[in-house]
């Protein structure tokens, strides 16, 4: 066996073959055998598109058991994985097309001709829609068997962008090593095993959905109930048959808008897990009275995987993303990066086996965000107390996170600021019910300008994902900043963070 994450996933598929792996909502089950064999052929049909090891696979397509397939194609035929959010647009494909140059591409069908002429003829593209249909479908002639590629630990196995605070997104590069480690650590921190049945709901162009859920059932060959989407009352009609759901805050805040949703709904549940963002102290406590379990909250970032969990026995705590998990050490630093005592606030830094190995072609980045003595600066600000729970209190990076998404206010900013008639712009995120915060856009108009907030989102809604651009936007004549000259978004927080506000 070599370090190829596929290896270690494969070991379970293949040990009850007929075993159910996941239902889709419809009813339709999919068993191991299904993905060893649809796997192996997707990593030939990448062999012969010209894929080679190491190569990048860029995929945008719809969640659907062949999407999660493909995944683990990729993983067996050693080429690195890179998911991208349905929601981009033309500009932000570009972008990552250009930096990652990918080999293959695959696109839903609408989507093909972009990708075509966005790629100037360097990838084979094949398409895949949400039912499995498409020029993917070329691989059912091919044969279903396919050795792993050999791979090291420090090989990439896929490559996640995350928006960079320049504007420019940064592709976190995780190895084969980065996965293994974290899966295994989790699948033991929550007890995972073939008696579970995992609700998963989450997308799977996200480490939430793509690592955490996916790696934890499959490794641990319990079962899933597939959904396309988180839409509440189809969750609610599942969750008796489940065992294990994993959610963003939203996820919860919607299930409790369920009248219907209550104890008689969870008996089957053993496990509710929440991250991604923080978790609202007021939709934890209400959870608890409603579902009668405590949500367990936990942190971790795509360039980490999972850091840090609340205790699957012992105490969970309402605020708290628990201790740091076995494998990774955490600590918090001042500005000179030094430990600070227990209870001192300062930055996140961690280290460990599923640390990434650094952003994708980005070296004087990668250098910047490791201390002298090897510790990942997270960017996310918290304490930690004696006892070893972590709190996060802000983050040091200027991140809006939006029903569970991150946006980076500065490229929403850059793409403001070059409108006709803007001067500048300052977005934030301000408190939001259903989405945690809510994308708002501070914008001074030039001298004479005529500006409208409909036509300004309009624009915007061409060229960003949907839940980039702004909620609302509200036109001032200057920005509030400092000594320093930096804007004060603490104080357009504060202005514009009360609900309703206009
Ligand atoms: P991503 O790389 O998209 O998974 O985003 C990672 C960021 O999400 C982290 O750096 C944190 O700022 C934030 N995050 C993840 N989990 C939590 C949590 N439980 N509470 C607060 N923030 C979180």
């Given at each position: 066996?070599?370090?190829?994450?596929?290896?270690?996933?494969?070991?379970?598929?293949?040990a009850d073959p007929g075993r159910p792996l996941l239902e889709t909502e419809d009813g339709r089950v999919h068993v191991r055998a299904d993905a060893e064999r649809e796997s192996a052929r997707y990593a030939r049909l990448l062999a012969e598109a010209g894929a080679r090891p190491g190569d990048r696979v860029a995929v945008q397509v719809e969640k659907s058991p062949a999407a999660l397939f493909l995944y683990l194609a990729c993983l067996r035929a050693g080429c690195v994985y890179l998911p991208l959010n349905t929601a981009y647009q033309r500009g932000e494909l570009a972008y990552f097309l250009g930096d990652a140059e990918p080999a293959v591409i695959v696109a839903r069908p609408e989507s093909a001709d972009l990708m075509r002429e966005l790629c100037k003829g360097r990838a084979r593209v094949y398409t895949l829609d949400e039912n499995g249909s498409g020029s993917l479908t070329e691989a059912a002639t091919l044969p279903q068997e396919f050795a792993p590629v050999a791979r090291g630990p420090d090989d990439l196995a896929v490559i996640?962008?995350?928006?960079?605070?320049?504007?420019?997104s940064k592709g976190a590069m995780v190895t084969h090593g980065n996965l293994a480690s974290n899966a295994r650590v989790l699948v033991d921190a929550w007890a995972f095993s073939e008696r579970d049945t995992l609700l998963h709901a989450l997308p799977i162009f996200h480490i939430h959905g793509l690592f955490v859920a996916?790696?934890?059932?499959?490794?641990?060959?319990?079962?899933m109930l597939w959904h396309r989407k988180f839409d509440s009352k189809a969750v609610l009609r599942h969750l008796p048959r489940a065992s294990v759901m994993m959610g963003v805050p939203t996820f919860y805040t919607r299930l409790l808008a369920e009248p219907a949703f209550g104890r008689d709904a969870c008996g089957g549940m053993r496990l509710f897990i929440c991250g991604s963002a923080p978790l609202l102290p007021e939709t934890f406590a209400q959870f608890e009275s409603r579902a009668g379990q405590r949500i367990l909250e936990r942190y971790g970032m795509s360039e980490a995987g999972m850091i840090c969990s609340n205790p699957l026995d012992g105490e969970r705590r309402s605020g708290s993303v628990g201790r740091p998990l076995p494998g990774g050490q955490l600590r918090i630093a001042g500005e000179d990066d030094r430990p600070l005592p227990a209870g001192g606030i300062g930055g996140i830094q961690i280290r460990g086996a599923n640390v990434f190995a650094g952003y994708w072609r980005m070296p004087e980045k990668t250098r910047e965000e490791f201390t002298a003595d090897g510790w990942f600066r997270t960017g996310d600000v918290g304490?930690?107390?004696a006892g070893g729970y972590v709190c996060i209190v802000g983050r040091a990076k200027d991140l809006i996170i939006s029903g569970g998404y991150n946006v980076y206010p500065k490229e929403i900013e850059l793409?403001?600021?070059?409108?006709?008639?803007?001067?500048e712009s300052a977005v934030i995120g301000v408190p939001h019910p259903d989405f945690g915060e809510a994308v708002t856009a501070v914008v001074v108009p030039r001298a004479g300008a005529k500006l409208d907030a409909v036509q300004l989102i309009a624009a915007l809604r061409r060229d960003l994902a949907n839940y980039k651009v702004p909620k609302q936007v509200h036109f001032v004549d200057d920005l509030p900043r400092n000594a320093m000259g930096k804007v004060q978004k603490a104080l357009l927080r504060e202005r514009y963070g009360k609900r309703g506000a206009r």
């Open positions: 066996m070599t370090a190829n994450f596929y290896e270690a996933l494969a070991a379970v598929l293949q996640l962008y995350t928006s960079g605070t320049t504007g420019r996916n790696h934890c059932a499959l490794l641990s060959g319990a079962r304490t930690m107390d793409a403001i600021d070059v409108m006709p008639g803007v001067a």
